[in-house]
């Protein structure tokens, strides 16, 4: 009697490839320099989804990403998301910024503001077209998202390529990570201000409301308990304020982001934290990546979604480009330092796509604006060691000054 396939086997099946594919493609093929293994995980997500393996191979796809097992893959990346922005949000050092706060703020405002600037303008030409604006998207929330997603810097993976760099605990490194979490805290705000609800606003103000009270508990809380006890208790109050945020309206990764901006990074053992964010990458990313890869459409045409992404990715790479370069001017940096600044904020992967997503799940965007920004978020993330490796090694000098 033939065995009818159970959808556990297939889950285990589309977990086989999703683990196996990038890691193969990324040690065989030897990218590490221009893709780093997230990189790549990201794009064998977008190959696997309906768009490529979808469209070229549509009955192993249909046999394989069967609903049941895409709702299970889908659990799997909310979770693993919320604990990365959650990261995220701990790693955040404010107390760095404030203490270099002329410095800090003029570089970051203009890092954030000009890429924005030039990414609303793109965004103000793809409304001329249709297809891009999401079904429940006002004109207003379209030009601030794509904006904004083209001046997003991935915080984590910023992390883990100035690691690969050896420059993280150096002065330069620890400089760039004032600018990026002062960026980041603004994008989030921007994020949570696209997706106010004003038929919802009396629960999102009670949302927020409970939060403000819930934190000052939370933070005496956490100073009170062992360090081996707020592990837990940080997993706890992440699912809360989660919740507590999709509730409201604001979405459950804006809620993970809220949770983690709270706590305060020497609450945790630094090895520990980074140990945390390598094995989250490592255990259940890839399967957001895959999930991401599955919302990827090119209904509109190959050909059309990739020039969006080329324009997106020329507005993000010039603005954020020409940010640091009048920075630099300003506070008069060294010769050839602005431009490394630039280049490593270019780092968009991952936080980008989780911002997208959030546009996405709000209809907001279309799969083909996710789409595009998706692209986008790749190509700047490659460009990023290719363009950073040769300018360091003309520049020693930033090697030896120690944090």
Not at 63 to 77: E, Y
Request: hydrophobic content about 60%.
């Amino acid at each position: 009697m033939p065995h009818a396939i159970t959808t556990t086997e297939l889950f285990l099946i589309a977990m086989t490839i999703i683990m196996a594919l990038p890691y193969l493609v990324w040690r065989l093929g030897r990218t590490d320099y221009w893709a780093p293994l997230v990189v790549v995980q990201i794009i064998t997500g977008i190959v696997l989804g309906p768009g490529v393996l979808g469209k070229w191979f549509p009955e192993y796809y249909q046999f394989i990403f069967t609903k049941d097992v895409v709702q299970s893959l889908n659990g799997i990346a909310w979770w693993a998301v919320m604990i990365f922005v959650c990261i995220a949000g701990i790693e955040l050092d404010l107390k760095k910024a404030w203490a270099n706060r002329r410095e800090s703020g003029i570089t970051a405002g203009l890092a954030l503001g000009m890429p924005l600037l030039f990414g609303a303008l793109a965004a103000v030409g793809l409304l001329q077209f249709s297809g891009w604006i999401g079904a429940s998207g006002e004109a207003w929330q379209f030009v601030a998202g794509v904006g904004m997603s083209c001046a997003v810097t991935a915080l984590p993976i910023l992390i883990l390529l100035m690691e690969k760099l050896e420059i993280l605990r150096t002065q330069l490194g620890q400089r760039i990570l004032r600018y990026a979490s002062l960026d980041d805290i603004a994008i989030w705000g921007v994020l949570a201000i696209v997706l106010m609800d004003w038929e919802r606003i009396g629960r999102q103000g009670a949302f927020l409301a409970g939060y403000a009270i819930a934190c000052v508990l939370f933070r005496k809380l956490m100073r009170a308990i062992p360090e081996r006890d707020r592990w837990y208790v940080a997993l706890i109050w992440l699912c809360i304020v989660a919740f507590g945020a999709d509730w409201a309206g604001l979405h459950f990764m804006v809620g993970a982001f809220l949770a983690g901006v709270v706590m305060d990074s020497d609450w945790f053992d630094e090895e520990k934290m980074d140990l945390l964010r390598h094995h989250v990458l490592l255990v259940v990313m890839p399967v957001f990546f895959l999930s991401t890869g599955l919302r990827t459409n090119w209904a509109m045409g190959g050909a059309v979604v990739f020039v969006a992404a080329g324009i997106l990715l020329l507005a993000s790479v010039s603005g954020k480009l020409a940010g640091l370069h009048l920075a630099g001017r300003v506070l008069r940096w060294p010769k050839g330092e602005a431009s490394i600044i630039g280049w490593l904020l270019q780092t968009k992967a991952l936080i980008m796509i989780i911002f997208a997503n959030v546009l996405l799940d709000k209809h907001i965007i279309t799969s083909e604006t996710f789409t595009a920004l998706l692209l986008m978020a790749v190509a700047s993330t490659m460009l990023t060691i290719p363009m950073v490796s040769p300018k360091l090694r003309r520049m020693p000098g930033l090697f030896k000054r120690e944090a």
